[in-house]
T-cell receptor
Framework: GAVVSQHPSRVICKSGTSVKIECRSLDFQATTMFWYRQFPKQSLMLMATSNEGSKATYEQGVEKDKFLINHASLTLSTLTVTSAHPEDSSFYIC?????????????FGPGTRLLVL | AQSVTQPDIHITVSEGASLELRCNYSYGATPYLFWYVQSPGQGLQLLLKYFSGDTLVQGIKGFEAEFKRSQSSFNLRKPSVHWSDAAEYFCAVGGDNDMRFGAGTRLTVKP
């Protein structure tokens, strides 16, 4: 099946710094990628939808200037958490759609755990 | 607006017992429905999905789910649970470019 990777798997940073998380589709081209965050013991929350070559669409309540998303190629989307603060600590998961697959089939990455000190 | 409710936050079953995880949804049109499983520290894995057709869908690892439109439900079942099934289970509903997840149900399996 299709594989989605994320890098890094875990990152610890100081408050005020920026962190970039990469999401790659390894064996297919993903025109659309999604970014989610998951707080402990809670569900996934969709943050934004990233379409290759265009601006990301953010969900209500998600600060686009804080969570910068770039989908520059069909196999790579990046999420940059700018000026991170402890409340941004979370588990970030990306997913990607493989167009030939049945509609709404998403393949999920393993997630990136961010801890902001 | 679409939403997903998983009424049970935590369920404990004995190994070999049957399992049913509940999922209720609210969606304006015909929904696409999914069940995912998440093991600790890992990403989500799709167990099964319903788009149309037969309302009883079979998934991986011996799981099945039944779509009941009249009850707005999509409950996940397994006849005999294995210790390796202990994980977090998420129900999700979606259309084009929008997917909503339930809060998840944590499954504990007793020996």
């Amino acid at each position: 099946g299709a594989v989605v990777s994320q890098h890094p798997s875990r990152v610890i940073c100081k408050s005020g710094t920026s962190v970039k998380i990469e999401c790659r589709s390894l064996d297919f081209q993903a025109t659309t990628m999604f970014w989610y965050r998951q707080f402990p013991k809670q569900s996934l929350m969709l943050m934004a939808t990233s379409n290759e070559g265009s601006k990301a669409t953010y969900e209500q309540g998600v600060e686009k200037d804080k969570f910068l998303i770039n989908h520059a190629s069909l196999t790579l989307s990046t999420l940059t958490v700018t000026s991170a603060h402890p409340e941004d600590s979370s588990f970030y998961i990306c997913s990607a759609r493989d167009p030939p697959a049945p509609r709404e089939t998403q393949y999920f990455g393993p997630g990136t755990r961010l801890l902001v000190l | 607006a679409q939403s997903v409710t998983q009424p049970d936050i935590h369920i404990t079953v004995s190994e070999g017992a049957s399992l049913e995880l509940r999922c209720n949804y609210s969606y304006g049109a015909t929904p696409y429905l999914f069940w995912y499983v998440q093991s600790p520290g890992q990403g989500l894995q799709l167990l099964l999905k319903y788009f149309s057709g037969d309302t009883l869908v079979q998934g991986i690892k011996g799981f099945e789910a039944e779509f009941k439109r009249s009850q707005s439900s999509f409950n996940l079942r397994k006849p005999s649970v294995h210790w390796s099934d202990a994980a977090e289970y998420f129900c999700a509903v979606g259309g084009d470019n929008d997917m909503r997840f339930g809060a998840g149900t944590r499954l504990t399996v007793k020996p």
